[in-house]
Structure formats: structure tokens, C-alpha cells
């Protein structure tokens, strides 16, 4: 099989010029028999003028030594033999495993782990503490519409983690030489997601679409004999000799288990705080805060590919744009984007009553004529003012706790040039009492204008405005058309639960801790390759489970 990267063409070609192409690009005496897309992407860095770019496969028919002496006459580098990776699961232990083994959280991270683990024999037994994704899905559904907050089945807890209610992005910065973010997707097309998402630079599902992907990937861990227990909050672990004995679930029940995975999400600060104290050892970890800005879609599209109309858009076959910004205040902090939103909403993200959160979410249309991401800085201990493992978690819930007030239960909204006005000149939105809740289009979840500019510390909030202000040179209005929603605070877990270089607690045998709840992750693909990773580290040590 040959391998032919960099194929330009002009935007909005279709797959028949794609082929003609590849075909004029290959060896002499290789015919093209079949075609496969292995990568596309946009090359706007001459707008309007905008290409495709392709990477292709293609099968020829032809022995591989042919191939080999056909690409060594050929004077183009853009044709290689192909090189596909195949993911192939590790062969079993034979360390036996007196009871199934158990999973702890519903999110990317135990979903895989649970998957490979039924698919090779194991049996395990997922744990959620919230509710199935359908009927999640109503309740977040109903917390947008009332306020009323369920704080076990919410955008944070239950069947899919937090990534359901997100853009469904499926990218990595990942070193992956085992081929496990392939394997991956190629799992969720298995499940019913687009089967582009194998050959885009910049996959996505999207919400809507994840949630399906979700039921599919459920049914296939019970068909391979797992179980999954919903609203089964584990509460506690029982421990003895130095190794995990089962978990307590709803403070009713014990699981014995030596074998336990723990996956619960960045959210899960009440399991964090038991397994301080039962002396687990963790690490404060950094992370990120900041704030959501909403766009304009038309805007960034029109930045990004020098055309915004919905014609245009169409016949070139382009989907809303996305960025990615980066800058360095004088402070010395990073300013950068995380998690652009393309054509979706500022969701109310919260989990624990009293305290405010966002997040942002995308349909996989993208349609929603706004764009948003979030703009954070990196906060670390001498931001939490203590070493404390647990003072980032504390410091998140602070800010949690003033963004509730500032917005009396509801997301507190600013103009950017208030923000900035409210912070250099103590001016702006000041007076909260008198602003009226409200519903925008872009958003999910009652919002109210507010001194956003009050949230941060005065440091962050300076780093902030000179992000912003360089982003407004990269895309020119950018600044002065945004939208401030605050608060940005589940970037990623504030603890790393420490395991060593086989994945296990270096505190307690038999504990697995694993995505990004324990601080090993910072996504959908990440946290998935995780679960895959500590699948592959039970498997390789123990046999599976027999009936």
C-alpha cells in the first residue's frame, strides 16, 4: 500500500478530483485500485485563497517489492509505502484474580478501561455514582431550564464523564506509539460516530452525537460480561496489609475487590478528600482558570478563512472555524485558549450547590452562530498561597463560591470593554442587584450582567486583559466583541493521585488510579488511552477472570 501526503486542491473539491490527482501522483506502473482518506485538513495561510490537503492510502494490487522499486525511481517524496499502526492488546497473566475486578467512574477514562477489560475475559464491574446518559441528559436539560441543581446527574457526574456536554473534541498531544488513539477512533466510528473523524486534522462528534456513541459503547461492555451499577457512589475503600480489600458504595454497601481502577473525574472533590484521608498519597498539581469568551461565529470564520457568508461556507465545504491563541503577559504568566467551542454554547457546568462553573459545548453541526472558549492562566501553589495537596481544590471552590454570588445563582456575564473598564478604572458593571436574570441563545442556563472583572485576583485578571489584547492582533476585533462569562475552573483535576511505572498507587496495592480525575489526563482521547493503558497493566498480571 503507498501512502501519498500533501495533495492540494481548491477548497470545496470533490472526492472525483481527489482521486484524479492521487492518480497522476503515483509511480509510474502503480494503478490505483482503491482509495483511503488518512488525513484532511484547511490551508488557509493565503485567504482567501484556501486549499484541502490530503494524506491518502491506496491500495495498487501490485507485491510490495514492486511497490518498493516503483517509489525509488520516482523522483516525489510525497509517496511512501504506507505504515498503518494496529493496536494489538497485551497477552494475559497468570496471576489470579479472587473477585471481578471493579471500575470506578463512567467517564472516558473507566468506560475504556471497562471495555478492554470485558472484551479480554475480566468481568469488571463499573461503578457511576450519577445516572445512564439518557436520563442525564434530561436533568442537565431541566437544571438549565429551572436551576435546580442535581448534584449526582449533572454536566460533571454520570454515564460519558464531563466530555458529554462539550464540543467532543478527539485530539492529543499524547506521545502514542502503541497506536492507541487510533484504536480509539476507530471504536467510536465502531459506535456510530462519523467515520471522518478517522482522517480530520481536527476531529470532533460533538454532544449530540457522543451521547449515542456512549449507549453503543455500554451495550458492548454488558454484551462482553461486564456490569454497570448506576447511582453507586463509591464512598470509601476498604484497605488491609497495605492493599485494597473493596470499595464501600453509598456508604451501604461493600464491593470486595483487589483489583480496583480508579477513574472518578476532575469533578469528584468529595473522593479526592477520603482518599487524602485514608492516606492515599497525591501531589498538588496545576492547572488552569480563567474565563469563557463568546464570539460572533461569523466573526472568527471570516478571521480564520477570510469568508464568513453561509453560502460561501457551504460551497467550499467548510464548517465553522476554530483557534487556538497563545500569549505571555509581562508577569511572565501564559495566556492561552483551551477548549474553543466552534458554533456552540456556554454551558452551566456546575456540581455542587452554591458554586459556579462553565464549560463549553458544541453541537456536531456547530451551528449555533456563536463561538466560544474558554481563556485561562496556569495557577499553581504560590496562587493557593500553601503546598498543601489539596489547596489548588480549595482555591477552586472559592472561586466557585464568588462566581455563584456575583451571579446570584446564575452565569455572571460582562462586555470585555466593561471587564476591562471595571479592572483599570474600577468601573464598569458594578451594581449586580439590579441586573435581571436572563436567556442568550449562546448560552445554556440563566445568565445575569455582573462585575465579572471582580472573580479573579487582580494579578490574573491583568494577565487576562493582556491576552485578550494580543488575541485582538491576531484576529482583529476580538477584544472588543467579546463576551465574558465567568467561571472557567475544571480545566483539569488541581491533584495527581501518584502511582508508579505500572499504574498502581504507590500507597496502596491493588489501587489503579487512572484518567483525569487522578491527574493523568486532560481529555476525551487522553483520558480513553488511559483506561486502555491500566486495561493493559491488570491484563498483563493477571488471568481473566474465570466463571
Known amino acids: 500500500m503507498i501512502r501519498i501526503s500533501q495533495i492540494n486542491l481548491p477548497c470545496g473539491s470533490d472526492q472525483t478530483a481527489l482521486r484524479r490527482k492521487a492518480e497522476r501522483m503515483l509511480p509510474k506502473g502503480l494503478p490505483l485500485l482503491e482509495m483511503m482518506i488518512v488525513r484532511h485538513s484547511?490551508?488557509?495561510?493565503?485567504?482567501?485563497?484556501?486549499?484541502?490537503?490530503?494524506?491518502?492510502?491506496?491500495?495498487?494490487?501490485?507485491?510490495?517489492?514492486?511497490?518498493?522499486?516503483?517509489?525509488?525511481?520516482?523522483?516525489?517524496?510525497?509517496?511512501?509505502?504506507?505504515?498503518?499502526?494496529?493496536?494489538?492488546?497485551?497477552?494475559?497473566?497468570?496471576?489470579?484474580?479472587?473477585?471481578?475486578?471493579?471500575?470506578?467512574?463512567?467517564g472516558p477514562a473507566g468506560l475504556f478501561c471497562a471495555l478492554y477489560l470485558a472484551e479480554h475475559g475480566y468481568r469488571p464491574v463499573l461503578l457511576e455514582r450519577g445516572k445512564p446518559v439518557e436520563e442525564r441528559t434530561q436533568d442537565v436539560g431541566q437544571f438549565w431550564k429551572t436551576g435546580v441543581l442535581d448534584p449526582a446527574s449533572n454536566c460533571q457526574f454520570g454515564e460519558g464523564g464531563a466530555g458529554t456536554f462539550s464540543d467532543g473534541k478527539l485530539t492529543t498531544l499524547v506521545n502514542d506509539p502503541d497506536g492507541r488513539s487510533e484504536e480509539i477512533l476507530r471504536r467510536f466510528v465502531e459506535f456510530g460516530a462519523p467515520e471522518e473523524i478517522l482522517y480530520e486534522g481536527r476531529p470532533h462528534i460533538g454532544t449530540d452525537r457522543l451521547r449515542t456513541?456512549?449507549?453503543?459503547?455500554?451495550?458492548?461492555?454488558?454484551?462482553?460480561?461486564?456490569?454497570?451499577?448506576?447511582?453507586?457512589?463509591?464512598?470509601?475503600?476498604?484497605?488491609?496489609?497495605?492493599a485494597v480489600r473493596g470499595v464501600r458504595i453509598n456508604d451501604r454497601e461493600i464491593l470486595p475487590a483487589s483489583v480496583v481502577v480508579l477513574a472518578p473525574g476532575h469533578s469528584a472533590r468529595d473522593t479526592i478528600r477520603q482518599l487524602y484521608a485514608d492516606r492515599i498519597p497525591m501531589e498538588q498539581k496545576a492547572f488552569a482558570v480563567g474565563f469563557r469568551v463568546i464570539h460572533p461565529q461569523s466573526l472568527i470564520d471570516f478571521a480564520q478563512y477570510g469568508v464568513s457568508a453561509p453560502q460561501e461556507m457551504q460551497r467550499l465545504h467548510l464548517e465553522a472555524s476554530s483557534y487556538k491563541l497563545t500569549a505571555k503577559a509581562a508577569s511572565g504568566r501564559g495566556v492561552y485558549s483551551f477548549c474553543m467551542c466552534p458554533g456552540g454554547y456556554v454551558v452551566n457546568a456546575s456540581s455542587e450547590p452554591g458554586r459556579l462553573c462553565v464549560n463549553g459545548m458544541s453541537d456536531y453541526a456547530r451551528d449555533s452562530g456563536y463561538a466560544n472558549?474558554?481563556?485561562?492562566?496556569?495557577?499553581?501553589?504560590?496562587?493557593?498561597?500553601?503546598?498543601?495537596?489539596?489547596?489548588?481544590?480549595?482555591?477552586?471552590?472559592k472561586l466557585e463560591e464568588e462566581c455563584y454570588r456575583l451571579g446570584r445563582g446564575a452565569i455572571p456575564i460582562?462586555?470585555?470593554?466593561?471587564?476591562?473598564?471595571?479592572i483599570s478604572e474600577q468601573g464598569g458593571a458594578e451594581n449586580e442587584a439590579k441586573s435581571e436574570e436572563t436567556r442568550l441563545p449562546q448560552i445554556r442556563g440563566a445568565c445575569r450582567i455582573a462585575p465579572v472583572h471582580k472573580l479573579l485576583p487582580d494579578a490574573l485578571n491583568w494577565d487576562f486583559c493582556e491576552g485578550m489584547r494580543a488575541?485582538?492582533?491576531?484576529?482583529?476585533?476580538y477584544a472588543e466583541n467579546a463576551l465574558v462569562a465567568g467561571l472557567e475552573s475544571r480545566t483539569s483535576c488541581p491533584v495527581r493521585i501518584v502511582r508508579n511505572e505500572d499504574c498502581e498507587s504507590t500507597g496502596l496495592r491493588g489501587l489503579y488510579p487512572c484518567g483525569e480525575g487522578a491527574g493523568y489526563a486532560g481529555g476525551i482521547m487522553s483520558a480513553a488511552m488511559d483506561g486502555i493503558r491500566i486495561a493493559e497493566k491488570i491484563a498483563v498480571r493477571y488471568a481473566p477472570v474465570s466463571d
Do not use: C, N
Request: no cysteine.
Open 471 to 477: 488575541f485582538d492582533r491576531h484576529i482583529p476585533g
Open 42 to 106: 484547511v490551508d488557509a495561510r493565503k485567504k482567501p485563497q484556501l486549499l484541502d490537503v490530503y494524506t491518502v492510502d491506496i491500495v495498487t494490487g501490485k507485491d510490495p517489492e514492486t511497490e518498493r522499486k516503483a517509489l525509488q525511481r520516482s523522483k516525489d517524496r510525497r509517496a511512501v509505502i504506507a505504515s498503518p499502526r494496529i493496536y494489538s492488546f497485551p497477552a494475559s497473566g497468570t496471576g489470579i484474580l479472587p473477585e471481578r475486578p471493579v471500575v470506578i467512574g463512567a
Open 213 to 242: 456513541v456512549i449507549i453503543r459503547l455500554r451495550r458492548a461492555i454488558l454484551e462482553a460480561g461486564g456490569d454497570i451499577r448506576y447511582q453507586a457512589e463509591v464512598t470509601g475503600l476498604e484497605m488491609s496489609g497495605g
Open 373 to 397: 472558549s474558554a481563556i485561562v492562566m496556569t495557577v499553581g501553589g504560590a496562587d493557593f498561597g500553601s503546598d498543601h495537596p489539596l489547596s489548588g481544590m480549595a482555591f477552586q471552590e
Open 414 to 422: 460582562e462586555s470585555y470593554p466593561d471587564f476591562e473598564k471595571g
